[in-house]
């Protein structure tokens, strides 16, 4: 693809960059992997409807322990893993392969 190693530095920023988010669950946040299920609802919100999150979603995760930062990084890898995923997709398509 034209923008390979645009896509590979984004990716090993997000993952190998310095952070809160312990390197299993960033990855499983991008790749759409397993999450924890207090992660999951959240997750995928931000994945398929991110104009949903509420103050109060938010407000959940920081009583159940998260951090400011890592609630960035979590959003940050769910926003970017949703949007390759839709990339690969949107190109499958214009190759004329069946999408996932």
């Known amino acids: 693809m034209r923008y390979d190693d645009f896509r590979k530095r984004l990716v090993d920023a ?3 960059a310095p952070g809160d988010t312990p390197d299993t669950q960033r990855r499983a946040v991008l790749e759409q992997g397993s999450i924890p299920p207090a992660l999951a ?3 995928d919100t ?3 409807h991110a104009y949903k999150v509420t103050d109060a979603d938010i407000a959940a995760l920081q009583r159940a322990g998260h951090s400011d930062d890592a609630l960035f990084e979590i959003t940050v890898l769910a926003s970017v893993g949703a ?3 839709r990339l690969d997709r949107g190109m499958a398509a214009l190759r ?3 999408p996932d």
Request: glycine share 14%.
């Open 83 to 85: 949007a390759l995923h």
């Open 41 to 43: 609802g959240y997750v």
């Open 96 to 98: 004329g392969e069946e």
């Open 14 to 16: 997000l993952l190998n």
């Open 46 to 48: 931000v994945k398929r």
